[in-house]
């Protein structure tokens, strides 16, 4: 068995393809209409086609359960916040926080309401240190990582 890919259950379809790819920068690799695939593996499926494909009812579909996320890492995280700010129609989930691993991450709404996380990329992080004047093992030791995990990201 291969895991191919998570779909999300979106409102409109064309409303969503132009979020994703104004402000993740996701294209379109492939469009059967009710059905989409971004760049990134992630696939997008009209909810009247979903009611079909379930047997569900238009009530039984419901939106902003706040129990999963995708996932995004971002080399430039601080233009991507930049970015975020700028668009008025971005509805936060929090603002830009720092993990005790000195990762920076935000969280925000899709359009209906599926949460997605950027996050500063881990090498990134690394180099932050680093560049801050850390060791490498006092960058292992402030991240909670293995030296040799620091040594690879160093590089």
């Given at each position: 068995?291969?895991?191919?890919?998570?779909?999300?259950?979106?409102?409109?379809i064309?409303?969503?393809k132009?979020?994703?790819k104004?402000?993740?920068?996701?294209r379109v690799?492939?469009d059967f209409?009710?059905?989409?695939?971004?760049t990134?593996?992630?696939?997008?499926?009209?909810?009247e086609?979903w009611?079909e494909f379930?047997?569900?009812?238009?009530?039984?579909?419901?939106?902003?359960?706040?129990?999963?996320e995708?996932?995004?890492?971002e080399?430039?995280f601080?233009?991507?916040?930049?970015k975020?700010?700028?668009?008025?129609?971005?509805?936060?989930v929090?603002?830009?926080?720092e993990?005790?691993?000195g990762?920076?991450?935000?969280r925000f709404?899709?359009?209906?309401?599926?949460?997605?996380e950027v996050?500063?990329?881990?090498?990134?992080?690394?180099?932050?240190?680093?560049?801050?004047?850390?060791?490498?093992?006092?960058t292992a030791?402030?991240?909670?990582?293995?030296?040799?995990?620091?040594?690879?990201?160093a590089?």
């Open positions: 068995m291969k895991f191919k890919s998570p779909l999300l259950v979106v409102n409109d064309e409303k969503s132009k979020f994703y104004d402000v993740l920068g996701l690799i492939l209409g009710a059905n989409v695939t971004l990134g593996g992630v696939s997008l499926q009209t909810k086609s009611k379930i047997h569900k009812q238009d009530n039984e579909i419901i939106f902003n359960g706040n129990d999963a995708l996932y995004f890492e080399d430039n601080d233009s991507f916040v930049e975020l700010n700028e668009l008025k129609f971005i509805e936060y929090h603002p830009v926080i993990y005790s691993w990762q920076r991450v935000v709404y899709d359009l209906d309401k599926h949460i997605l996050g500063e990329n881990m090498n990134v992080v690394c180099k932050r240190f680093i560049m801050s004047g850390l060791t490498i093992e006092e030791k402030r991240m909670n990582v293995p030296i040799n995990y620091v040594q690879k990201c590089k």
